[in-house]
């Protein structure tokens, strides 16, 4: 499928941008994670989409680099006050459910769906994730991590991408990548 189908698509879904890039052009920075164990998103050992349970920055950078491509996608949503946690949560979720939304376009239109997803903000398949309870996670085909889990450089992919980032004043911009092509 060409890039700019796989463009179209995400548009169609409500996206501002989708670009295709090597994973090899991601910047990994494994000193990110101290960001997760800062635990600031709350979200550090209570889910398995986030550290620890997720895997250490090598593991999770291995993981992305048995894939060879990446479709990076970009949201810029107006807030009314982007410290407000609760507005922009509802914008990460929204952001995430549009991700799944165009991966499901992009399957029926005959992408090859062998990868996964790295989304902007911690798996939230369930209402509550199961480590909570410190049972097994039911939906872990499904499962997915943030690209702070990940420890990439959001702001160098954007570069690459030729995607504006603003996480300041009235916009903020999101992204979520999926991870196709394996090798």
């Known amino acids: 499928m060409d890039e700019g189908r796989i463009n179209n698509i995400a548009q ?94 992009l399957k029926d239109a005959g992408l090859q769906m062998d990868g996964f997803p790295v989304m902007c903000g911690p798996c939230n398949y369930c209402e509550e994730c199961m480590s909570k309870k410190d049972k097994p996670c039911i939906k872990e085909e499904m499962r997915f991590s943030c690209l702070s889990a990940y420890c990439i450089d959001a702001q160098k992919m954007a570069k690459r991408c030729d995607m504006e980032i603003q996480w300041n004043g009235d916009i903020v911009s999101f992204f979520s990548i999926y991870i196709f092509d394996k090798r």
């Open 12 to 105: 169609e879904t409500g996206f501002v941008k989708a670009v295709v890039i090597p994973t090899d052009d991601l910047v990994f920075v494994p000193e990110f994670r101290i960001f997760c164990e800062k635990n600031d998103c709350g979200n550090y050992g209570t889910n398995y989409g986030c550290p620890p349970y997720c895997g250490t920055p090598e593991e999770m950078e291995n993981r992305v680099l048995k894939y060879a491509r990446a479709i990076v996608f970009q949201s810029r949503t107006p807030v009314e006050n982007i410290f407000d946690e609760s507005e922009t949560k509802k914008v990460k979720k929204k952001h995430t459910q549009m991700t799944l939304k165009a991966m499901n376009f």
